[in-house]
């Protein structure tokens, strides 16, 4: 299985891809399971759980959650989970709902994760090694960091787009597994590294767009205070 854990859809404040158009997409690129990781909410991650319900595409729901120290994915989970909590408590979140906690991006330029990983190295559920779209040497940095502390690692496009979904993925081993059995084989280190980053002109395109969508969703809500 090719598993790209680290989409976005419209329901981010920083994306207009829907989860239609991000389900067609992995489905046209042979892409079998991708979890949907929109900031703050899980409306998303469900809407594309329902439209896939018929298809050959497993969809992991989950959420991007800005601890206190730096963002945390959590994978396989159905409720929102607070912002700004530590990130321990949030991690104690995503584990009691039955999720996986993962650090994305860990050290991305200007997307780094800002905690002490001495403190959450031995109750994290893994690190992202391969995100298609972060600038500077992060990915190796993940990736070395990951392998020094004999950590599972996961990939993902972080999509925020369809013209991203399935840059970065997970080769898994097996065909139709279940959400419980990808987990099982990440954390048992079965699996390898997919895809790769996009290019430096593709980036400065894709982050400059989210800017301008992340810059009208905000003028949006002010608005709507007045």
């Excluded at 595409?57 to 963002?71: Q, T, V």
């Excluded at 990736?143 to 369809?162: C, R, V």
């Excluded at 980036?203 to 905000?218: A, E």
């Amino acid at each position: 299985m090719k598993a790209d854990l680290h989409v976005h859809t419209s329901y981010s404040y920083d994306s207009l891809a829907s989860p239609r158009e991000m389900v067609q997409a992995a489905l046209q690129r042979g892409i079998d399971c991708i979890a949907i990781c929109d900031h703050q909410t899980i409306k998303g991650a469900l809407e594309a759980v329902r439209l896939a319900s018929d298809k050959p595409i497993l969809i992991i729901p989950g959420i991007e959650i800005k601890s206190r120290e730096g963002d945390i994915l959590g994978l396989n989970v159905k409720k929102t989970i607070p912002n700004h909590l530590s990130v321990q408590e949030t991690i104690r979140e995503i584990k009691t709902v039955g999720g996986m906690a993962i650090i994305p991006h860990p050290f991305g330029f200007n997307c780094s994760f800002g905690g002490d990983f001495k403190k959450i190295i031995s109750i994290i559920d893994g690190i992202e090694v391969l995100n298609a779209t972060i600038f500077g040497a992060g990915n190796k940095k993940a990736l070395s960091f990951a392998q020094k502390h004999n950590l599972p690692m996961t990939a993902g496009s972080d999509a925020h787009s369809s013209r991203f979904l399935g840059k970065a993925y997970l080769e898994i081993p097996g065909q139709g597994l279940s959400i419980n059995e990808i987990f099982e084989k990440i954390k048992n280190k079965d699996v390898k590294i997919g895809g790769g980053e996009a290019n430096l002109l593709e980036k400065i395109i894709d982050h400059s767009i989210r800017n301008i969508i992340k810059t009208k969703s905000y003028v949006s809500r002010e608005k709507r205070k007045i």
